[in-house]
Each structure stands twice: as structure tokens, then as C-alpha cells.
Nanobody, 121 residues
Framework: QVHLEESGGGLVQAGGSLRLSCAAS????????LGWFRQAPGKEREFVAL???????TYVNSVKGRFTISRDAAKNTVYLQMNNLKPEDTAVYYC???????????????WGQGTQVTVSS
């Protein structure tokens, strides 16, 4: 079983940057797909980005060119670099492991506890 813990969230002004980290403990996740999702109040959990063990990645259209996902297998950590943040990026951000290339939250687990990102206008 992999335990995930996100960090790096906070309050930032529009146009600013944050880097989220997701550290894994327990069983190594080098063989997994790793995903970032987000959930705003009153909305469903939304796919943001994923990366597979080869380093291939994909993003939701709304963050392309602004967010970058990366992984450090030696540190068992996945990152989400978020630049040019917008108020609509405000949400709780979660990381999760998946067994297949998928943008659907139902195919991922376990999940971290989430980290709050708030972007002020």
C-alpha cells in the first residue's frame, strides 16, 4: 500500500506560482501512473495532469502551458509546478496513483489528503 501526502499549497495572487509536492511512503510507486486532480467547492473532482513511469504526461486543456507535472523516482515524489495561476485554479489539489493511463478519478487510488490552493484576483 502506498501512502501519499501533498504539500505546497497556499494563497497566491493571480499570475503567481506554486509548486505542489506529493511524497509517497510505503510501497514504491515507480511502476504507477501518477495523477493530480482538483476539487473546487460544489464541483466534482477534476483531472489536472498525469505522468507515467516513462515520463509521458498529459494535461487538462485549461492548464496546458501553465502547469508542469514531474516525478523524482529516487525521492518517491511527484510535483506539480503551477505558473500564471488564475482565480479559477482555486481548489483542493489531490495526488493519486493509478494503474493505467486515465483521466478518470474512479481509476485512481489511494489518494492523499489534499492541499488547498487559493488564487486571489
Amino acid at each position: 500500500q502506498v501512502h501519499l501526502e501533498e504539500s505546497g499549497g497556499g494563497l497566491v495572487q493571480a499570475g503567481g506560482s506554486l509548486r505542489l509536492s506529493c511524497a509517497a511512503s510505503g510501497r514504491t510507486f515507480s511502476s504507477y501512473v501518477l495523477g493530480w486532480f482538483r476539487q473546487a467547492p460544489g464541483k466534482e473532482r477534476e483531472f489536472v495532469a498525469l505522468i507515467d513511469r516513462s515520463g509521458a504526461d498529459t494535461y487538462v486543456n485549461s492548464v496546458k502551458g501553465r502547469f508542469t507535472i514531474s516525478r523524482d523516482a529516487a525521492k518517491n515524489t511527484v510535483y506539480l509546478q503551477m505558473n500564471n495561476l488564475k482565480p479559477e485554479d482555486t481548489a483542493v489539489y489531490y495526488c493519486a496513483t493509478g494503474s493505467a493511463w486515465s483521466i478518470h478519478a474512479s481509476t485512481y487510488g489511494p489518494w492523499g489528503q489534499g492541499t488547498q490552493v487559493t488564487v486571489s484576483s
